[in-house]
């Protein structure tokens, strides 16, 4: 049941648009933000007119987000950020960490990350982020009360193990569409 939950919030993301090694002082809920090579940053509960300050004006797309130049793409909930995507357009203009952005390995990713995430398939790695108790959860555990309380953080490779897309959404976002 918990697989298939969990499963489902990944299908949903993708057709919308744990960590045993994490290294913990490296990526904290603070990393549920994107910076640009001038060090803006635009984060998850941020509102529209920060984000629109930071990217520029943005067009009505698909699923409620708003598109950006430049491979941005940002779902709001009242008017403020509950979804980042990054796609191919964005390589070499934002990044989620220093090291972590579009165009970047796998290997990469598990190494900041770490190596024990959820994942669907070879292409997608998903790591779950509890926001009351702060941390990353494991595929072993139950999926509690609070799952809308969790961050998706989801990693989205190409045919060469490199990413494609990097999403960061609420799973109220994701699952419930608002």
């Known amino acids: 049941m918990k697989k298939l939950v969990l499963a ?3 299908i949903v993301f993708l057709a919308g648009c744990s960590l045993g090694n994490t290294k913990e ?3 904290e809920f603070s990393t549920a933000c ?3 090579n001038k060090k803006e940053t635009v984060c998850y509960g941020d509102n529209r007119v920060k984000a629109e300050e930071v990217f520029g004006k943005g067009e009505k797309g698909e699923h409620g987000e708003f598109n950006y130049k430049n491979g ?3 779902g709001y909930r009242d008017d403020l950020v509950a979804r980042i995507r990054l796609d191919k357009d964005s390589e070499g203009k934002y990044s989620i960490t220093p090291d972590i952005k579009v ?3 796998q290997g990469k990713v ?5 190596d024990v995430f959820i994942s669907t ?3 997608v790695d998903s790591y779950y982020y509890d926001t009351i ?3 990353f959860i494991t595929e072993d555990e139950e999926v509690p009360e609070n799952w809308l309380d969790y961050m998706g953080y989801f990693f989205i490779y190409d045919e060469n193990g490199y990413v494609s897309e990097i999403a960061i959404t609420d799973v109220q976002l994701s699952m419930l569409g608002k």
């Open 8 to 10: 489902i919030i990944v």
């Open 25 to 27: 002082k490296e990526i």
């Open 34 to 36: 994107i910076s640009n």
């Open 72 to 74: 941005v793409k940002i």
């Open 103 to 105: 165009g970047v390995l």
């Open 110 to 114: 598990n190494e900041v990350f770490g």
């Open 121 to 123: 398939s070879e292409q």
């Open 133 to 135: 108790k702060k941390e």
